[in-house]
């Protein structure tokens, strides 16, 4: 009979402990394990330095998936596939890639689809519309966007672009980036959190007014303080972190974030190894 006792204030116990956690539980928001990766413009010195050295750290640190920017537009074939070897060795993917204007038509675009299929690059995203002065040029970059999307498309890959200010600044009554989004369909609309924080919009409700389409997010954080703008730390601004994640994996669509920094007080490579500490903690 005690035993019997023991057994049933140890289960009465056990459900009173598991009913008072439950709401707990509850409230937590239940991320998604996505990939996490480093735009290597943030580690854009040391790249420039040793690149397979460089990568080979970000690798180390921890991360995921890298996203090479623009200048490897410049590798011959055969330097994409040792780079896709080294990935490969470091259990690394590359998901996407930052490209010029000029890389979205033409013979550009071909060797930018090409390079892309090589590393495994499933976006091929444009980093920045230059200067575009009005919603009739916007317009101009969204029929870029899709007709090279159409293009490249029986190759497995997809177009994308990367906002910064201008895109949620008004232009004309309207945002630039609401042009982009209502005039492509199978453009990914990569966002770039900091950048749109800054202006004053709201992440948070851009990714619910396009569901689907927000597949990647840049992890830029942004603050107040003039003296550190850009320069703050992931953590460190005004970004409501765990609003956005919630957000994109329930219906933005969300595949993998990047950690993208401009510069801190740190060395690149100590900025990248702190910047991915704090998302594990934010996104835990």
Avoid at 246 to 262: D, N, P, R, V
Wanted: charge should be negative.
């Amino acid at each position: 009979m005690p035993c019997m006792m023991a057994n049933s204030d140890l289960s009465r116990r056990t459900f009173l402990a598991v009913t008072a956690a439950a709401p707990l539980a509850m409230a937590a928001p239940a991320f998604k394990q996505l990939p996490i990766g480093l735009e290597l413009y943030s580690v854009r010195d040391d790249l420039h330095k040793d690149l397979t050295g460089t990568v080979r750290a970000v690798a180390k640190m921890g991360y995921d998936c890298v996203e090479f920017f623009a200048p490897y537009l410049q590798w011959s074939e055969q330097q994409a596939k040792d780079m896709r070897k080294l990935l490969d060795d470091l259990n690394v993917r590359c998901y996407s890639t930052h490209n010029g204007e000029n890389a979205f038509t033409g013979d550009k675009l071909q060797q930018a689809a090409a390079l892309n299929e090589i590393i495994g690059s499933k976006y091929i995203v444009m980093a920045s519309a230059n200067r575009v002065t009005s919603l009739d040029g916007w317009k101009a970059v969204a029929d870029k966007l899709q007709q090279a999307a159409e293009k490249i498309k029986p190759q497995g890959l997809k177009t994308g672009y990367h906002n910064h200010q201008a895109e949620f600044t008004p232009l004309e009554g309207k945002r630039p980036i609401e042009i982009i989004a209502a005039n492509t369909k199978d453009v990914m609309l990569q966002l770039d959190v900091g950048h749109c924080i800054e202006t004053g919009a709201d992440p948070v409700a851009w990714i619910k007014q396009n569901p689907g389409r927000i597949n990647s997010l840049h992890l830029e954080d942004w603050s107040r303080d003039p003296a550190v703008g850009f320069k703050a730390l992931l953590g460190e601004g005004i970004v409501p972190w765990k609003a956005v994640f919630e957000a994109a994996e329930s219906s933005g669509g969300a595949e993998f974030y990047l950690i993208e920094q401009e510069g801190s007080r740190f060395s690149e490579q100590e900025t990248a190894e702190r910047c991915l500490a704090e998302y594990k903690k934010l996104h835990a």
